[in-house]
């Protein structure tokens, strides 16, 4: 029988792998690792312009960043919620990015966990209406509470899914981060292939650490052959921070993994 195998497209995050660095010398070490697309975390506090002649000089493309910090599980800061993503829509918009990063908020202590998950996806529904009209993706990130995020509400995938469905947006998907998975639930490979349709892009790091994707505990090889049997066509984002000063080698060896 023959199995479909689709090559998978790296996203460099050049706030994790190069934070170190100038945009200029971000791209292009971008560039010299064989990646052609970037992504970053918050755009509202970086030099925009700069960051557009970069990535022309070394004919790159951006693709996604972050929406504003604030919480969907708490509904009165819904109306700040969607004026951030309109914001970041505008941003996206003149970068030429289609896909932004949301996160969800911390749970609020005495509050019923269903009244926040409820408050999510009333949120994330009336999100959809601003990003079907702009031709736009928003990807939700649950995140592991174990290490890097305590507190934090949306853990589990299963969870993230179940509201994605609810929200019944093609512009509304998760963000699965393999490296938050692994540590919060694992089955990595068996939750992306049942879930595929509503994964709109992915992350990727070493366990533990959060590393070159080389270290640790995940096979990311076999992970990423999965993945190129169904049918994403998104991005794979590559979000650690180094540990060798050799930073361009290991990447131009996860490329090979890709293809």
């Known amino acids: 029988m023959h199995i479909k195998r689709t090559k998978l497209s790296p996203s460099l995050c050049i706030d994790a792998v190069f934070g170190n660095l100038s945009f200029d ?4 070490a971008t560039a010299h690792a064989n990646i052609s697309t970037i992504e970053f975390w918050s755009w509202w506090d970086k030099d925009l312009t700069a960051l557009q002649v970069a990535v022309e000089r070394y004919d790159l493309s951006i693709s996604c960043c972050c929406t504003k910090f604030i919480s969907l599980v708490n509904a009165e800061q819904r109306s700040a919620y969607l004026q951030a993503l309109s914001d ?3 941003v996206a ?4 990015i289609k896909t932004i990063i949301s996160q969800v908020g911390d749970f609020i202590e005495g509050v019923p966990r269903a009244q ?13 209406l601003l990003l079907e009209a702009a031709d736009m993706t928003l990807v939700v990130e649950p995140l592991n509470e174990r290490i890097d995020h305590p507190g934090y509400y949306l853990i589990k995938s ?5 509201i994605i469905k609810q929200v019944s947006s093609p512009k ?19 939750n992306i292939r049942e879930n595929i349709d509503y994964i709109g892009h992915f992350h990727a790091a070493g366990h ?8 640790g505990e995940i096979n990311y090889p076999e992970i990423f052959s999965a993945i ?27 490329v090979s993994w890709l293809k």
């Open 93 to 96: 918009k003149r970068l030429k």
């Open 172 to 190: 509304v998907k998760v963000l699965f981060d393999i490296y938050h998975q692994q540590i919060s639930e694992g089955n990595i490979i068996n």
């Open 208 to 215: 533990p650490g959060r590393h070159e994707l080389q270290r």
């Open 116 to 128: 926040q998950k409820q408050s999510l996806i009333d949120g994330l529904t009336a999100a959809a």
């Open 228 to 254: 190129k049997q169904t049918n994403f066509s998104g991005y794979i984002g590559l979000e650690y921070w180094p540990l060798t000063d050799n930073t361009i080698e290991p990447l131009q060896e996860v």
């Open 25 to 28: 010398q971000a791209c292009q």
């Open 88 to 90: 970041s829509i505008a």
């Open 158 to 162: 299963a969870e993230a899914f179940n």
